[in-house]
């Protein structure tokens, strides 16, 4: 039976409320790591750190004064905000995850409480803002990432042992609590906030303090939308508290990896965040290991929709400020395809229907519209489709070719074949069709 929890999740169950709608049918995001470690990439002299290239403060290839002196080369000369919300809009995201300060402590806004920002670099102006303003004017949401870890902040500790960690991590905490009421204050169109680092048992034992200020978050920004990596419950239980219950408004622990069938993701909202190589989501020089075709990652996104979550695709902008060109390329060719596809993707939901091997099916949220998305043709070009009893099916076309009406075959009761050679597909694709409760209307089109 339940357990009394004070500091467990405060709700079960999708969140109603329209802000929450509207994060749910998002479809494609984009994140943005960016700070200081994009200016070393993964190398210091010459010599390559094997980690993901935003962690190489914690590799004693590079001294950690050394590191954080790189404060004083931060000067992005091709930083473009719109350039950057402009690549988004082309890949057809409609949010964007940035972030704020990664474990390194750096600010990218200027922030009163600490002096390891951007406003004592080069650079001196804030990063955040015309960040925010740009993807605004271009109509892509913003949720800001912030890691609780910070390398930087004297009072971060990984563990509370002693009276000594104790105090300061009291200071550290009322630190964490300034910045996150700062950046609300400051950039109040944020959409939702993004936490990271927050698995250490320092910050874990902090169930009531954290609570607690996520309720003050979300009086200070109602609707704001925080997932479910920011607190643990007082028994120190992460992401589900001691009875099962998703802590937060989504289920964050989806990163670098994908559900695979429905009941992997416990009914809740999710979203997956994912790097274009194997594991790398800082700027990093050497573009190794596998890299993710577009194809790869429109199909991660269709398998996240059709699981009933998002796909948020990173980027790591180089220590100059401009996008490398295999992300802007990846940028294209995904938006390419979402310029012909994306009614599949955006406002779409599980469409609790069997899987099938031919690829993934959707379902248009408050409508009986069922997009069928297309990776693997069947050399007989008959596309199975099973529905529940007393579900009928018609009027099935290509996405791209409405006026084309296939052929639905009944092959047995609640199961069909439709039918559609398309021999050239060279990019994924897809069918559509509409669902009736009303057995009676199905058409067998000749
Ligand atoms: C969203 C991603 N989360 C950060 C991360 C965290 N970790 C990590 C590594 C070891 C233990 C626990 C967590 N590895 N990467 C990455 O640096 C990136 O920001």
């Known amino acids: 039976e339940k357990i009394n929890l004070v500091h467990g999740a ?26 200081l470690y994009a200016i070393p990439g993964g190398e210091w002299n010459g010599k390559t750190y094997n980690g993901a290239a935003e962690w190489i403060r914690s590799w004693d290839g590079i001294p950690k004064s050394t590191y954080d002196s790189l404060i004083y080369k931060f000067n992005p000369v091709n930083f473009d905000a719109k350039a950057w919300a402009a690549t988004a809009k082309q890949m057809g995201a409609k949010y964007v995850t940035i972030t704020t300060k990664h474990h390194d402590g750096f600010c990218l806004w200027p922030s009163k409480y600490t002096d390891y920002t951007v406003a004592n670099s080069p650079w001196k102006k804030d990063i955040i803002k015309p960040l925010v303003d740009a993807y605004d004017a271009a109509g892509i949401d913003v949720i800001l990432y912030f890691s609780v870890m910070d390398w930087n902040h004297p009072g971060w500790r990984y563990d509370i042992k002693t009276e000594a960690d104790s105090i300061a991590f009291e200071g550290f905490k009322q630190f964490t609590r300034n910045q996150l ?15 990271d680092g927050t698995w250490d048992k320092s910050w874990v034992k902090q169930a009531a303090f954290a609570d607690e200020l996520e309720q003050e978050l979300r009086k200070l920004r109602p609707g704001i939308i925080i997932g479910s990596r920011f607190r643990a419950d007082e028994y120190g239980k992460r992401h589900f508290d001691s009875n099962g219950v998703l802590i937060g408004d989504y289920e964050q622990g989806w990163e670098r990896k994908l559900p695979e069938k429905i009941a992997d993701v416990h009914g809740n909202d999710w979203d997956c965040v994912m790097t274009v190589p194997e594991n790398q989501w800082g700027y990093n020089k050497a573009w190794k290991g596998h890299i993710k075709t577009a194809f790869e990652l429109i199909e991660m996104t269709a398998k996240s929709v059709s699981l009933g979550g998002n796909f948020v695709m990173n980027f790591g902008p180089q220590g100059d400020g401009a996008i490398r060109k295999e992300e802007l390329q990846l940028a294209k060719e995904i938006g390419d395809w979402m310029k012909v596809n994306s009614e599949a993707i955006y406002n779409c939901e599980y469409a609790v229907l069997d899987k099938q091997d031919w690829g993934y099916f959707t379902k248009k949220t408050g409508s009986n519209k069922i997009y069928m998305l297309v990776f693997n043709t069947p050399i007989n070009g008959k596309y199975r489709v099973k529905l529940p009893a007393k579900m009928g099916i018609s009027m099935a076309a290509p996405l791209s070719n409405p006026g084309v009406k296939l052929k639905i075959e009944e092959i047995k009761a609640n199961e069909y074949f439709i039918e559609f050679n398309n021999p050239s597909a060279k990019q994924p694709f897809v069918i559509t069709f509409e669902t009736d409760t009303d057995k009676k209307s199905n058409q067998n089109y000749e």
Do not use: C
């Not at 999708?14 to 790591?33: N, S, T």
């Not at 009421?181 to 936490?195: H, Q, S």
């Open 10 to 35: 405060h709700r079960d169950g999708k969140r109603p409320d329209e802000a929450m709608k509207k994060w749910r049918g998002y479809g494609l995001g984009q994140f943005i790591h960016w700070g």
């Open 181 to 195: 009421i700062e950046l609300l204050t400051l950039y109040p169109t944020a959409k939702g906030l993004w936490f």
